[in-house]
Protein backbone atom coordinates (compact mmCIF):
# COMPACT_ATOMS: atom_id res chain seq x y z
CA UNK A 1 0.00 0.00 0.00
CA UNK A 2 0.86 3.37 -0.20
CA UNK A 3 2.35 5.55 2.51
CA UNK A 4 0.39 7.79 4.83
CA UNK A 5 2.08 11.45 2.91
CA UNK A 6 1.45 9.38 -0.43
CA UNK A 7 -2.18 9.12 -0.11
CA UNK A 8 -2.66 12.69 1.52
CA UNK A 9 -0.60 14.15 -1.81
CA UNK A 10 -3.37 12.68 -3.43
CA UNK A 11 -5.80 14.65 -1.77
CA UNK A 12 -7.23 12.19 0.79
CA UNK A 13 -7.29 13.79 4.54
CA UNK A 14 -8.10 11.71 7.50
CA UNK A 15 -9.52 12.53 10.35
CA UNK A 16 -8.89 9.84 13.00
CA UNK A 17 -11.74 9.05 16.07
CA UNK A 18 -8.53 9.02 18.61
CA UNK A 19 -8.15 12.72 17.53
CA UNK A 20 -4.19 12.39 17.34
CA UNK A 21 -3.17 15.95 18.15
CA UNK A 22 -0.32 17.40 19.19
CA UNK A 23 -0.88 17.99 22.82
CA UNK A 24 2.22 20.25 23.42
CA UNK A 25 1.79 22.56 20.25
CA UNK A 26 -0.26 25.35 20.69
CA UNK A 27 -3.56 25.50 18.38
CA UNK A 28 -2.35 27.40 16.09
CA UNK A 29 0.77 25.49 15.84
CA UNK A 30 -1.48 22.19 15.44
CA UNK A 31 -3.07 23.90 12.42
CA UNK A 32 0.12 25.47 10.82
CA UNK A 33 2.16 21.90 11.05
CA UNK A 34 -0.33 20.59 8.24
CA UNK A 35 -0.03 23.57 5.93
CA UNK A 36 0.21 21.64 2.51
CA UNK A 37 2.57 23.89 0.55
CA UNK A 38 2.58 24.37 -3.18
CA UNK A 39 -1.50 25.26 -3.06
CA UNK A 40 -2.21 27.87 -6.14
CA UNK A 41 -3.85 31.01 -4.32
CA UNK A 42 -7.11 31.43 -4.89
CA UNK A 43 -7.86 27.77 -5.24
CA UNK A 44 -9.87 27.62 -2.03
CA UNK A 45 -6.65 26.98 0.03
CA UNK A 46 -7.79 26.34 3.52
CA UNK A 47 -5.62 28.84 6.32
CA UNK A 48 -5.67 29.55 9.87
CA UNK A 49 -7.82 32.34 9.02
CA UNK A 50 -10.19 30.55 7.31
CA UNK A 51 -10.53 27.32 10.34
CA UNK A 52 -11.25 30.10 12.83
CA UNK A 53 -13.56 31.24 10.80
CA UNK A 54 -15.26 27.72 10.42
CA UNK A 55 -14.98 26.88 13.98
CA UNK A 56 -15.17 30.09 15.85
CA UNK A 57 -14.57 28.55 19.08
CA UNK A 58 -10.89 27.67 18.42
CA UNK A 59 -9.55 31.43 17.63
CA UNK A 60 -9.74 32.59 21.17
CA UNK A 61 -7.71 29.17 22.10
CA UNK A 62 -5.15 30.12 19.56
CA UNK A 63 -2.22 29.98 22.02
CA UNK A 64 -3.28 27.65 24.59
CA UNK A 65 -1.55 23.69 24.23
CA UNK A 66 -3.62 21.52 22.13
CA UNK A 67 -3.53 18.83 25.35
CA UNK A 68 -5.95 21.40 27.22
CA UNK A 69 -8.55 21.56 25.15
CA UNK A 70 -11.64 20.08 25.77
CA UNK A 71 -12.65 16.58 23.33
CA UNK A 72 -14.90 18.77 21.21
CA UNK A 73 -12.05 21.91 20.67
CA UNK A 74 -10.19 18.54 20.09
CA UNK A 75 -12.12 17.62 17.34
CA UNK A 76 -12.68 20.76 15.79
CA UNK A 77 -8.60 21.17 16.01
CA UNK A 78 -8.34 18.05 14.85
CA UNK A 79 -10.76 18.51 11.53
CA UNK A 80 -9.38 21.86 10.83
CA UNK A 81 -5.86 20.78 10.71
CA UNK A 82 -6.86 17.52 8.29
CA UNK A 83 -8.20 20.38 6.39
CA UNK A 84 -5.13 22.70 6.36
CA UNK A 85 -3.50 19.72 3.88
CA UNK A 86 -6.25 21.17 1.45
CA UNK A 87 -7.70 17.72 0.82
CA UNK A 88 -10.79 16.67 -2.25
CA UNK A 89 -11.98 14.09 -0.06
CA UNK A 90 -12.28 14.06 3.49
CA UNK A 91 -12.35 10.68 5.57
CA UNK A 92 -14.10 11.35 8.97
CA UNK A 93 -14.01 8.31 12.04
CA UNK A 94 -16.72 8.55 14.35
CA UNK A 95 -16.77 12.58 14.20
CA UNK A 96 -19.18 12.44 16.77
CA UNK A 97 -17.68 10.21 19.55
CA UNK A 98 -17.49 11.59 22.74
CA UNK A 99 -18.63 14.56 22.08
CA UNK A 100 -20.82 17.17 23.70
CA UNK A 101 -24.43 17.16 22.29
CA UNK A 102 -24.19 20.95 21.41
CA UNK A 103 -20.64 19.94 19.74
CA UNK A 104 -22.40 17.81 17.75
CA UNK A 105 -24.83 20.31 16.28
CA UNK A 106 -22.02 22.19 15.33
CA UNK A 107 -20.06 19.75 14.01
CA UNK A 108 -23.05 18.79 11.89
CA UNK A 109 -23.50 21.95 10.57
CA UNK A 110 -19.81 22.22 9.59
CA UNK A 111 -19.63 19.40 8.01
CA UNK A 112 -22.60 20.02 5.82
CA UNK A 113 -20.99 23.23 5.28
CA UNK A 114 -18.09 21.43 3.54
CA UNK A 115 -20.46 19.88 1.72
CA UNK A 116 -22.04 22.31 0.07
CA UNK A 117 -18.74 23.86 -0.85
CA UNK A 118 -17.92 20.37 -2.80
CA UNK A 119 -15.78 18.69 -0.44
CA UNK A 120 -16.22 14.69 -0.76
CA UNK A 121 -16.74 13.39 2.45
CA UNK A 122 -16.68 9.63 3.54
CA UNK A 123 -17.50 9.08 7.06
CA UNK A 124 -18.38 5.73 9.53
CA UNK A 125 -20.97 6.88 12.54
CA UNK A 126 -22.36 5.13 14.64
CA UNK A 127 -24.93 7.73 15.50
CA UNK A 128 -27.25 7.22 12.76
CA UNK A 129 -29.61 10.95 14.04
CA UNK A 130 -26.56 12.22 12.80
CA UNK A 131 -25.44 10.93 10.07
CA UNK A 132 -28.80 10.50 8.25
CA UNK A 133 -29.08 14.29 8.82
CA UNK A 134 -26.01 15.14 6.95
CA UNK A 135 -25.27 12.11 4.49
CA UNK A 136 -26.71 11.43 1.26
CA UNK A 137 -26.15 8.03 0.86
CA UNK A 138 -25.75 5.46 3.26
CA UNK A 139 -24.08 2.19 3.75
CA UNK A 140 -24.51 -0.14 6.18
CA UNK A 141 -21.12 -3.01 6.66
CA UNK A 142 -21.24 -6.21 8.36
CA UNK A 143 -18.41 -8.03 9.17
CA UNK A 144 -16.96 -6.72 5.99
CA UNK A 145 -19.58 -7.13 4.21
CA UNK A 146 -21.89 -4.01 2.81
CA UNK A 147 -25.45 -5.17 3.77
CA UNK A 148 -27.30 -2.22 2.08
CA UNK A 149 -26.27 0.92 -0.23
CA UNK A 150 -28.62 3.70 -0.88
CA UNK A 151 -29.65 6.84 -0.58
CA UNK A 152 -30.95 8.07 2.88
CA UNK A 153 -34.84 7.94 1.70
CA UNK A 154 -34.30 4.30 0.67
CA UNK A 155 -32.81 3.76 4.32
CA UNK A 156 -35.68 5.51 6.07
CA UNK A 157 -38.04 3.45 4.05
CA UNK A 158 -36.70 0.24 4.62
CA UNK A 159 -37.85 -0.91 7.62
CA UNK A 160 -36.25 -5.01 7.31
CA UNK A 161 -32.78 -3.01 7.23
CA UNK A 162 -33.62 -0.92 9.96
CA UNK A 163 -34.89 -3.46 12.83
CA UNK A 164 -31.73 -5.81 11.41
CA UNK A 165 -28.97 -3.68 11.72
CA UNK A 166 -29.60 -0.63 13.18
CA UNK A 167 -32.26 -1.57 15.85
CA UNK A 168 -35.08 0.62 15.53
Not at 92 to 118: N, S, T, Y
Request: proline share 5%.
Amino acid sequence: GLQPHEIACLGVGYVPDERLIFPDLTVRENLEVATKKGVAPGAGEWTVERIYEMFPALAPLDGNLGGYLSGGEQQMLTIGRTLMGNPSLLLLDEPVEGVAPIVVQELGRQIHHLKDMGLTILFSEQNLQFATKISDRAYIIEKGCIQFQGTIEELEKNSEIQEKHLMI
